[in-house]
């Protein structure tokens, strides 16, 4: 009974992996993947706000790589 549970898991197992193949993206497709807000950093306007609002709420001047807080402790 063990030996054919075994089997079953395993013969699912594969059958999950066979279907995941890499298919570029297709023409309709690359004016989606070209706009601006499909970048890491697309925005600098979007970026500047999203580190003003960082650097409001840990309490530091500048944000990234300030030692300190709002806790008092250095």
Same mark, same amino acid.
């Given at each position: 009974?063990?030996?054919?549970?075994t089997?079953?898991?395993?013969?699912?197992?594969?059958a999950?992996?066979t279907?995941?193949? %890499?298919?570029?993206?297709?023409?309709?497709?690359?004016? +989606?993947?070209?706009?601006?807000?499909m970048?890491? &950093? $697309?925005?600098?306007?979007e970026e500047? %706000?999203?580190?003003?609002?960082?650097a409001?709420k840990? +309490?530091?001047?500048g944000?990234?790589?300030?030692? &300190? $807080?709002?806790?008092g402790?250095?």
């Open positions: 009974m063990l030996h054919r549970l089997l079953l898991l395993s013969l699912a197992a594969l999950a992996t279907g995941c193949a %890499y298919a570029p993206p297709q023409a309709w497709e690359k004016g +989606n993947l070209a706009k601006p807000e970048t890491m &950093g $697309g925005d600098a306007l500047r %706000y999203l580190q003003h609002i960082y409001s840990e +309490n530091a001047s944000g990234y790589g300030v030692g &300190g $807080g709002g806790c402790c250095n």
